[in-house]
């Protein structure tokens, strides 16, 4: 949450700066800054809100070749003016942007601040406040930006000015994504590689607990004991106009559309020369050495796993658990012998699920990541990765991601399956062809999705999913994908449980949305939606073809039983995008969320 850039070079920094927020956006959008330095000082400008409405705060005639920008999305401190980043300290020699959270910022304050005023409610603030008063000890800004580091608890990444050095940036990192990006005569910093794509495709990993003075000509990596790091820049393998929405209206409707492409490339990445799929062989030695596999993930990623337990159950015959990052580490339960992990995040930096990592690493226990981004924490920090090649997900409500985490992880359970002789009844690359050619028609048949929309949902206040066995996991992506972005309180939940209670909440009109793809229940979600009915309920049901019935909403193309989430979620994300639309919500920036949740 929140994106950061730096520029510092030959040319204007502020323009660059606005650009790379733009593309940094998905971060979080309640409020955002730049600051611009010059000979003269450092100018900083932030306002309330997107960074359109940043742009229109900012002085053109304002120039200055180093500076450093940020997009908030708020923790410490509603999002206002005041809040939003960059921070400077009292007597302005020092400005500072900060993603992240100071966990003991009340108790620095606390011991280390008596007297002096801050103006807002964050914890950054009190960063910036502490780099000075080291500085008004003697200390150069080099030493006490290492000091104040070894003070914080939590997690941080940071870019720095000082006002009396117009020629360098001071940088750190701690469990917050931050990379250095190399140009000729001008370096850059950035959360995402994405931002910085404009002027480099040439980044720097940064590792957690390191220092970095960034000049135009040099990057110089420290630890925090001062020993200085060499590392080798990698090429961010983005296409910029992977982030752009071309003719689209939303990023989210562009990924959508993208779901059987990426369907193709996912099976192409893992296929052989000779046409089999095929995995790493220390993942499919891992997967079979495991006794149990525990599957760690949030939101859409959950979803995810609970279909993944199904494949991998199903096909490769391993027990597993999948658990909801946040809540892990209370509710542990008693683990195997031989415990695999899986954490599944497209991003992969979420700060729930690096929480589990790092605890499970500690036990010494084995991991592996299904991510969208390679070199992200998830990745670097897991023993495997698996990437999910769907290519930048933009939108906050996560679509293309989703269908590739499934593909993916159908693709991990069929291979383990092959490795370990267990034979399968179906010839999943061809599966998957078919699955992707469904979701075209499925992509050609927006019209109808939006009629649905418009009937069920322009004006309810809420919504029901109901589903059995997969569907029932469909039904809850579903749900999360319709609150997220239209705001109707919408719910999924298994067929057979809405009578033990929810019931109760069905009135005239109520609008239930039943996916049926599955014979072995489809009588009995038919059962549901006829108790439904009876009280009131406006029923949409979306069935596949061999099981469909003439009052059926939408009947989708067939494919295999144990792949019908990858097709039936597809009409949950066209009704979600177009219920979003017909109630003027901001599809792409939903409220109070970001893309990336980088804070526990
Ligand atoms: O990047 P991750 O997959 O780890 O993110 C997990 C969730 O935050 C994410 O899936 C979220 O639920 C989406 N916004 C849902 O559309």
Known sequence: MCGIVGYIGRNDAKEILLK?????????????????????????FKEKGRIADLRSV????????????????????????VNAHPHQSTTERLTLVHNGVIE????????????????????????????EKFVNEGNSVEDAFRQTLTLLKGSYAIALLDKENDETIFVAKNKSPLLVGLGEEFNVVASDAMAMLQVTDQFVELMDKEMVIVTKEKVTIKTLEGTVVERDPYTAELDASD?????????????????????????????????????????IGAMNEADRIYIIAAGTSYHA?????????????????????S????????????????????????????????????FGYKALTVTNVPGSTLSREADYTLLLHAGPEIAVASTKAYTAQLAVLAILASVTAASKGIEIDFDLTQELGIVANAMDVLCDAKEEFEEIARNFLSTTRNCFFI?????????????????????????????????????????????????????????????????????????CIISM???????????????????????????????????????????????????SVTVE
């Open 104 to 131: 003991n910022y009340s108790i620095l304050k606390r011991e280390y601040l008596e007297g002096v005023q801050l103006k807002s409610e964050t914890d950054t603030e009190v960063i910036v406040q502490l780099l």
């Open 243 to 283: 982030i752009e929405k071309g003719t689209y209206p939303h990023y989210m409707l562009k990924e959508i559309d993208e779901q059987p492409a990426v369907m193709r490339k996912i099976v192409q990445s893992y296929r052989n020369d000779d046409g089999s799929l095929s995995v790493d062989e220390d993942i």
């Open 545 to 595: 073809k061999g099981l469909n019935e003439e009052e059926d909403s939408f009947v989708l193309p067939e494919v295999h039983e144990l792949l019908t989430p990858l097709v039936s979620v597809v009409p949950l994300q066209l009704i979600s995008y177009y219920a979003a639309l017909h109630r003027d919500c901001d599809v792409d920036k939903p409220r109070n969320l970001a893309k």
């Open 58 to 81: 900012v002085d053109d005639n304002v120039l200055g070749n180093t500076g450093i920008g940020h997009t908030r999305w708020a923790t410490h401190g509603v999002p206002s003016k």
């Open 327 to 362: 809540e892990f580490s209370y509710n542990m339960p008693i683990l195997s012998e031989k415990p695999l992990f899986i954490f599944i995040s497209q991003s992969g930096e979420t700060a729930d699920s690096r929480a589990v990592l790092v605890q499970i690493k500690e």
């Open 305 to 325: 796993g609970l279909v993944g337990k199904q494949f991998i159950e199903k096909m490769a015959k391993i027990p597993v658990e999948v658990h909801v990052a």
């Open 20 to 44: 790379g927020l733009e593309k940094l956006e998905y971060r979080g959008y309640d409020s955002a800054g730049i600051a611009v330095q010059n000979n003269e000082g450092i100018h900083v």
């Open 467 to 539: 589903g059995r066995a997969l569907d029932y996991y469909v039904g809850l992506e579903g749900s999360l994908k319709l609150k997220e972005i239209s705001y109707i309180q919408a719910e999924g939940f298994a067929g057979g449980e809405l009578k033990h209670g929810t019931i109760a909440l069905i009135e005239e009109g109520t609008p239930i949305i039943a996916i049926s793809t599955q014979e072995h229940v489809n009588l009995s979600i038919r059962g549901n939606v006829k108790e439904v009915v009876a009280r009131g309920a406006n029923p």
